[in-house]
């Protein structure tokens, strides 16, 4: 059976939700570099870059999904980056808005 590398994680919460997304759509996903985690013990999760591999078979239904999710990974990038925040209040505003909807301020830099 060949394992093809798709798609390697940040950290381990985003592995485990990719291989559950991935299984849902009958994928069998494999992560690997878990036991790093248990062997290194006190490290960040997030300093681990995990591998998420699928069978060839299973690869250009995989990589479907894992472009849609990197589509999606990008818009809310994007989203966090186009806020302002309120100097009145401190709500978080979009950019497209140039009034606070909490207090109706008018934004200025
Ligand atoms: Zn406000």
């Not at 985690?37 to 250009?60: C, M, N, W």
Request: hydrophobic share 35%.
């Amino acid at each position: 059976m060949n394992k093809t590398l798709i798609y390697i994680a940040e950290n381990f919460a985003e592995a485990h939700m990719i291989q559950a997304n991935l299984n849902d759509i009958g994928i069998n996903a494999i992560l690997s570099g878990e036991h790093l985690t248990s062997a290194l013990g006190e490290l960040p999760a997030h300093i681990l870059f995990t591998r998420i591999y699928v069978e060839q078979k299973d690869y250009s239904n995989a990589k479907k999904y894992i472009n849609q999710y990197k589509q999606a990974q990008k818009k809310s990038v994007k989203k966090e980056l186009s806020y302002w925040k309120c100097f009145n209040c401190n709500e978080l505003i979009p950019e497209n808005f140039t009034n606070c909807w909490q207090c109706n301020m008018e934004y200025k830099q």
